[in-house]
C-alpha cells in the first residue's frame, strides 16, 4: 500500500466501550497527526508527533489517548466516549523537515458513539 | 490566532465552465503558506495546490489556479475546464511560517462544497 492508511474505515461503539484507531504512513514521513472533522466545522487538529515524540496536543479530552510507537505507525485510543464525538478522524503525516511541511492525508475513520 | 474563512459553505458549476472558490485569512506574519485541499464525497482528502507568502507569481497545477491577493489576505482557487470529479469539498488553509516549532500547524476554514453539474 502506498500513502496513508487508516483502520477501521467505519467504527461504532458504546460510551463504555474501549477501541482504537489506527493509522500507518509509507511515505518515509517523520511526523503524524491526528484531526477531527466534524460536520459544518473546520478540521481540528487533536495531536502532533515529530520523530515519534509528542509536541502538540490541542487541549483534547484525556478519553482520547494517542500512541506513537515509531515513525510510521500512529494510533487513537478511544475509551468513555460522549456522543458529540461522533465524528470522522483523520490521520495525516509530513516530512517533518521542509518548508512548506505538506501533509498528507488517509481516509479516515467514522467514528460513531452510541 | 490565524483564522481562514470561506465565506461560501455551497456552490455548482456546470461541466466545462470556470469556477472561482474564495478564502480569507487573518494573520499578522510576512511569510506563510497557503493550501486548498480537495475531499470528493467519502474520499481521501488530497492537496491541490500550494502557494508561498514570499512569491508574488501565483500558483498553477494543470486546471487549478489561485489568485492570491497578499495585502487583501485572499487566496481564492479558480478551476477551469470543471469536470465531474471535481466535485467535493474544498478546504483553504493556512500554515504558519516556520521556526519556534510552529511550522506544522495547519489552520483550515470550514470548506466549500462544490457540485460539478452535467
Known amino acids: 500500500e502506498t500513502g496513508v492508511t487508516q483502520t477501521p474505515r467505519h467504527l461504532v461503539m458504546g460510551m463504555t466501550n474501549k477501541k482504537s484507531l489506527k493509522c500507518e504512513q509509507h511515505?518515509?514521513?517523520?511526523?503524524m497527526y491526528w484531526y477531527k472533522q466534524s460536520a459544518k466545522k473546520p478540521l481540528e487538529l487533536m495531536f502532533v508527533?515529530?520523530?515519534?515524540?509528542?509536541?502538540e496536543n490541542n487541549s483534547v479530552p484525556s478519553r482520547f489517548s494517542p500512541e506513537c510507537p515509531n515513525s510510521s505507525h500512529l494510533f487513537l485510543h478511544l475509551h468513555t466516549l460522549q456522543p458529540e464525538d461522533s465524528a470522522l478522524y483523520l490521520c495525516?503525516?509530513?516530512?517533518?523537515?521542509?518548508?512548506?511541511?505538506?501533509?498528507?492525508f488517509g481516509p479516515g475513520t467514522r467514528l460513531t458513539v452510541l | 490566532a490565524q483564522t481562514v474563512t470561506q465565506s461560501q459553505p455551497e456552490m455548482s458549476v456546470q461541466e466545462a465552465e470556470t469556477v472561482t472558490l474564495s478564502c480569507t485569512y487573518d494573520?499578522?506574519?510576512?511569510?506563510?503558506?497557503l493550501f486548498w485541499y480537495k475531499q470528493p464525497p467519502s474520499r481521501q482528502m488530497i492537496l491541490v495546490i500550494r502557494?508561498?507568502?514570499?512569491?508574488?507569481q501565483n500558483a498553477t497545477e494543470n486546471r487549478f489556479s489561485v489568485n492570491f491577493q497578499k495585502a487583501a489576505k485572499s487566496f481564492s482557487l479558480k478551476i477551469s475546464d470543471s469536470q465531474l470529479g471535481d466535485t467535493a469539498m474544498y478546504f483553504c488553509a493556512f500554515m504558519n511560517p516556520p521556526g519556534g516549532g510552529s511550522n506544522y500547524k495547519l489552520t483550515f476554514g470550514k470548506g466549500t462544497l462544490l457540485t460539478v453539474n452535467p
Open positions: 502557494q508561498e507568502a514570499y512569491k508574488q
Open positions: 508527533y515529530s520523530l515519534e515524540e509528542r509536541v
Open positions: 495525516a503525516s509530513s516530512q517533518g523537515d521542509r518548508v512548506p511541511d505538506t501533509q498528507y
Open positions: 511515505l518515509g514521513h517523520n511526523a
Open positions: 494573520t499578522s506574519e510576512n511569510n506563510y503558506y
